[in-house]
């Protein structure tokens, strides 16, 4: 939990840079990655079979070469032991005892030997060898060393009736090189043994066993028919690796202690091991993941330099981004200085249009002030004039009294009713029951000042008492009613009953001289004519009130016929003063 919350904090503060530099590194490396193991993989089997085929073929080939040498010495030797006219020859040569005859005979052998040297071009020194004689090479077609010595020579195989050695150092006398050799028995007359002995030719190990047929450095390892005498051809290799080589194995290429071990088992009897170094084996496969490994370095340098170039793209723009952001806190009037990039110059540009909404609200709030201040001046003028009127009307309430003067007294304590009512500091929102009293009130003294000419009723259902109304509401109404409408002995009736389950219906009623319809269009339109004649000044005061605090919700509605007397309805919902945020 703690790890994960750490991790996340990780990410959330990552910068934009780091965040950058990671993405475009895990995009670059991620398909070079991919590709690469899977090319690793397929590559890896593509040249190991490759490199391995390539080994055993050239193997196959040098022992081909091998066995066609073995083959050549074997024909050699038959001509020169099993022909009957040159054992003939050399039985005549023994057993002469004329210097001369013996010359003859001589001169007819090494030219047979001559020729069969000639036509096969694969043999090397050849002689033949009595061991017991004083001097025991008798014929050779190439000088002999003077410690010639067959017995002494490595063994490789017994093979077709003849013995073979090698590889080991020619006894041609001026002459170093490796060659395989064969020792036939030559069946002569008489009681001294006599063999023929034939070389491969000087360069022919040289030519068989060579490194560039298989391009990468190999040990050769030659093991006998016995498998007990093992030969390193060229270079030298652990111990171990020597004796694994000779043990008898079925399998014609394995790995042991970090080499390779390619087998060739030949019909003659002896083995063939090519022997490779892991490292060298691996050689090919190893340059390929260094150029991977190149390659993947190469692509990250890359990434990185994309990357700063990517940031230093999208710095610059930020930067200017915030240094517009910190010169709004300084002067929100001078324009932005764009940036020339599509994008960071559409952030600018609302910005812009951001920085303008801000200067118009700013102006706005400062006029707003303004007319704050203004406003609070004329409501304190307008609480000092109410409350010196008040404190003179009690005065002439007071005066009233001591007098004994009831009628004064009545009207003006009803004119300080209406007048704290009208301007008092309560609530604008009032309940139905208020509003009633306060008409009450206002009516009285209307009838005080025409003698009582008209009647004013008021009917008002109880349920709707405490239902909610705009202050002032009422009385434009019966102030329009007995100003423009009421003649002698008239009637003003107002009556509030409730409309339904939620609703309340107000009524203005009166049985004056109506409105013409021309009028009654110009009041219901709001006509600045008719507010001048003083038609619409209450009823645009009670309109506003309404639709400022019900909406449409409300209705209003007059109906007026000329001669008969006009009716304001309105109707509204029933709310508690507490539904309101005065």
């Known amino acids: 939990m703690v790890l994960a ?48 085929n390539g080994i055993s073929a050239s193997l196959k080939q040098e022992a081909f070469s091998l066995e066609n040498a073995i083959d050549n010495l074997d024909f050699a030797s038959k001509q020169f032991a099993l022909d009957g006219q040159i054992v003939k020859e050399m039985s005549s040569f023994l057993e002469a005892k004329q210097i001369y005859l013996k010359s003859q005979i001589m001169n007819s052998i090494n030219q047979k030997i001559n020729l069969v040297n000639f036509t096969n071009p694969y043999i090397g020194l050849t002689a033949y060898i009595m061991p017991d004689s004083q001097d025991p090479v008798l014929f050779t077609n190439m000088s002999t060393r003077r410690n010639f010595k067959v017995d002494t020579l490595p063994v490789f195989m017994h093979y077709n009736g003849a013995d073979y050695y090698g590889p080991h150092g020619t006894m041609y006398a001026v002459g170093d090189n490796l060659v395989f050799s064969e020792k036939r028995i030559v069946r002569v007359s008489g009681q001294h043994p006599l063999y023929i002995y034939l070389e491969t030719n000087y360069s022919l190990f040289r030519k068989i066993f060579n490194q560039e047929a298989y391009g990468m450095k190999v040990n050769h390892l030659l093991v006998n028919q016995q498998g007990n005498i093992k030969y390193v051809i060229d270079g030298k290799l652990p111990t171990e690796i020597v004796k694994a080589a000779g043990e ?179 609530s604008i ?106 038609l619409g000044i209450g009823f645009s005061y009670v309109n506003r009130m309404l639709r400022t605090y019900f909406g449409d919700q409300m209705k209003l509605e007059i109906l007026s016929i000329p001669g008969e007397g006009t009716t304001v309805s309105i109707i509204i919902p029933i709310k508690s003063k507490e539904d309101f945020d005065d």
């Not at 339904?500 to 021309?518: F, M, R």
């Open 429 to 534: 929102i009032v309940t139905v029951g208020e509003e009633i009293d306060a008409i009450r009130n206002y009516m009285e003294l209307q009838r005080i000042r025409y003698d009582y000419e008209f009647e004013f009723n008021v009917r008002v259902d109880h349920q709707v008492l405490s239902a909610a109304v705009p202050r002032f509401l009422l009385q434009p109404l019966v102030e329009n009613s007995i100003y423009h409408g009421l003649s002698d002995n008239g009637s003003v009736d107002v009556i509030i009953t409730a409309h339904g389950s939620s609703e309340v219906l107000l009524c203005v009623k009166d049985n004056g001289t109506g409105i013409e319809p021309a009028q009654l269009e110009q009041l219901l339109s709001d006509d600045d004519e008719a507010k001048k004649r003083g």
């Open 248 to 426: 008898s194995s079925e399998s014609q290429h394995e790995e042991i202690s970090g080499y390779h071990l390619f087998r060739y088992q030949s019909p003659q009897g002896w083995q063939l091991v090519a022997v490779v170094k892991k490292s060298v084996f691996n050689s090919e496969i190893n340059a390929w993941v260094y150029k991977m490994i190149v390659l993947i370095l190469s692509t990250l340098l890359f990434a990185g330099f994309l990357a700063f170039l990517i940031w230093k793209r999208i710095y610059g723009p930020l930067r200017k981004v915030n240094l517009e952001i910190i010169r709004m806190a300084e002067n929100v009037t001078v324009p932005v200085s764009y940036t020339n990039v599509v994008e960071f110059d559409l952030v600018l540009n609302n910005f812009q249009q951001m920085k303008d909404q801000v200067n118009a609200l700013i102006l706005a709030v400062a006029h707003n002030e303004k007319q704050k201040s203004k406003f609070e001046i004329e409501k304190l003028l307008s609480q000092i004039n109410p409350h010196f009127l008040h404190n003179t009307l009690n005065t002439v309430q007071w005066l009233a009294r001591l007098n004994g003067q009831k009628e004064i007294d009545k009207l003006v304590t009803l004119l300080v009713k209406v007048l704290h009512y009208n301007l008092g500091k309560q």
């Open 5 to 52: 919350t750490l991790l996340k904090n990780t990410r959330a503060k990552a910068s934009l840079r780091k965040t950058l530099v990671i993405y475009l590194i895990v995009g670059s490396l991620l398909p070079v990655l991919l590709v690469g193991i899977v090319t690793y993989t397929s590559i890896y089997s593509i040249l190991t079979g490759k490199i391995g």
